[in-house]
């Protein structure tokens, strides 16, 4: 098998943080919001650093969480989720939440715990880029399904004709990034029927599960008939909060398979930072539980922008949920690494090209080219800073 060269995904995003980061840019590029994170919560973390009283909120906490943070976890997922019309069919208790370092250390050994050398792990390309380093990193082996524009919706036929006797876990986000598309509830339905015939895991991205626009809704696989057995929940309060850089996350799933999980969670970082998990706790608790400035600040985000991007004559997706938008350059006749740094050059607006996000496999054909004719564009942003973009590139020439 070919060596998988780890280095190259992460030299471009580093450039391309280094080059985002520089004066008068308008940074639509990494998925990090410029306004600012929820309130409550960091008033209740600084409190927990320096109250005498809570003074024990600065040492480790259980690994698999504060029980507070637990808790308020399982009342946002009981009752506030559970009044949307359809979902959380099962209510959840706290030892069917592991609290994590982000979804990225949740992600990563939930994929510690499921798989390791002759898996196949079956993900859709575009992607998150980190998903794939983690799969090489265990040994196992990636299985791509191709996901086809405009939409960008997963074809269930491609991904059953991927299914080998070696699957052993199906990789899903929705909302998606980087291509805004939510699962429907057909979607959902055919992914369970799929993981119970063939006795899969289901690692389950849903980061951005607040996040939706119009009458698209999230739908959470865990729900499903017999999924919540064989599904691992990831989420996010980089993405809840607007808190990036706190680097809190949590996995929900049965005790058995937090299990696997939280031995390597316990080895790699033991417990994520007891204050913050107290100030997300108190946030959780305040909330009435819909969040719902953010992602109406986004959906109006995507409007703007994607009207600007049509009027310069782009293919462009509007997304049904999540953080960013995509856009086909091809009318243009542009690669996305090209269209990248044009953007950049001629009006300051910090974009990530498709490669980022197309997943290479080593043993492909030396000709498929991943630098897709796609950007893409973070919505998480201020709606000045988006104004700001769509004048310079009304003005791009
Ligand atoms: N999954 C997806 C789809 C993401 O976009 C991100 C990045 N924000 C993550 C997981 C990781 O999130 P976290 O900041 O919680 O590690
Ligand atoms: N999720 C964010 C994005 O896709 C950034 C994640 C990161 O840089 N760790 O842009």
Redesign the pocket.
Known sequence: QAEFDFDKTSTIWKELLVLARQPGVCNLGQ?CPDYNGHQVAREAAVQAMLDPDKSALNQYSMPAGLKSLQDAVCAYYNNVYGLREGQAKRAITPENVLITV???EG?YNSMKALVGPGDEVILFNPG?PFYLPMIRLMGATPVFVELDGPDFAPDLEKFEKAITPKTRVLLL?SPH?PCGHCYTKEEIEGFARLALKYNLFVLS?E?YENTTFGDAKHLRLADEEGMFERTITLC?A??LFSL?GWRV?WALSTPELLKGLNVSHCMTSYCAPTPLQHGLAVALEAEDGTFEGIPKLVEGNAELLGSALREKGFGVTQPEGGHFLVADTSPLGLKGVECAKLMLANAKVSVVPGIIFYFADPNADETVDIDRPLLRFALCKRRDTIEEAVRRIRQMT
């Open positions: 998925g982000g979804a990225t992600l998150f986000n990034n991205d980061v996010s980089s993405k990036t996350g």
